[in-house]
């Protein structure tokens, strides 16, 4: 079926859900908003100097592209996991298969929910963005308030790499703890584990290109963390490049997105 009619059935199934309202609005409300805790912070780096960088132009981009990223972990990808579970706990991908809908419609219809989500994310950390650095810079010019424009794409990749991987844990295990707790483990402990063995026994780049860490770098701490002896002890960065970093994550979220799909196939509702 059409993908758009296939949007519209998932948001006839979530506009009134509680949860889905409540998860919306703490991230709505927390990407602004955490960022004003920088006004109280002392002490900071030099190369940060005055909290006033978290909100002028250009550097307002990046300071709020690092905290969404954050809040797309928690919340965005809560969200997928949750309104996908339960369509297993409640048999509704059963009873759409039953009437008609096919496993290929269910996936259209998670996707373009996905696609949505991530869209509106990137929109409204642009609108943050924007109203930040124009209430926060004395001396506004095109060059400032444009210069790192390029995080536009990178958070949207960022949204839908966390996004398609929550989908895809929810497929794989169905119940919505187990698959928060695999979300959980994976990205905060798991592949940091993988990374530290893979530098162990490799020494190499390959580190920098597990799944997670590639959208991770999308979007990276933009305080200057110092890895001048890590670099000259391997002889690489810690961190991809952006268009790297860009190009592993379209590569990943394909991937994922095609497992997801797979399973879909093959699983048993």
């Known amino acids: 079926m059409n993908p758009l009619y296939m949007l519209s059935l998932e948001w006839k199934k979530i506009k009134n859900y509680r949860t889905f309202q409540v998860l919306i609005l703490l991230y709505a409300t927390l990407l602004p908003s955490l960022l004003l805790l920088g006004k ?3 002490g900071l780096p030099p190369e940060i100097g005055s909290s006033e960088m978290f909100y002028m132009f250009p550097t307002v981009w990046n300071f709020l592209a690092y905290l969404g990223s954050w809040l797309s972990f928690f919340f965005l990808g809560f969200l997928v996991i949750i309104l996908t579970t339960n369509e297993y706990t409640f ?6 298969v039953i009437t008609g809908l096919t496993r290929m419609d269910f996936f259209k219809g998670k996707f373009m929910l996905i696609l949505t989500i991530a869209l509106f994310a990137t929109l409204y950390y642009c609108v943050c963005s924007l ?36 989908f895809l844990v929810s497929i794989l295990v169905k119940r919505t703890g187990l698959s928060v ?18 530098l162990y026994y490799t020494r190499s780049e390959v580190i920098n290109f597990l799944p997670m860490n590639a959208l991770e770098d999308l979007t990276p701490i933009p305080i200057g963390v110092e890895t001048s002896g890590f670099t000259e002890e391997f002889g690489f960065s810690l961190i991809l490049d952006p268009t790297t970093a ?3 994550s379209i590569v990943y979220i394909t991937l994922i997105l095609f497992g997801a799909y797979t399973l879909i196939k093959k699983a048993d509702i």
């Open 40 to 42: 109280q912070l002392n």
């Open 91 to 96: 048999k509704t991908l059963r009873q759409n």
């Open 131 to 166: 109203a930040y650095g124009f209430t926060h810079t004395q001396a506004i010019y095109s060059s400032k308030i444009f210069q790192e424009i390029q995080l536009v794409p990178r958070y949207f990749l960022m949204c839908m790499g966390y996004m398609s991987f929550a």
């Open 181 to 198: 707790l695999l979300y959980i483990a994976y990205i905060m402990f798991l592949e940091s584990a993988l990374k530290g063995l893979l």
């Open 246 to 248: 860009m190009i592993t």
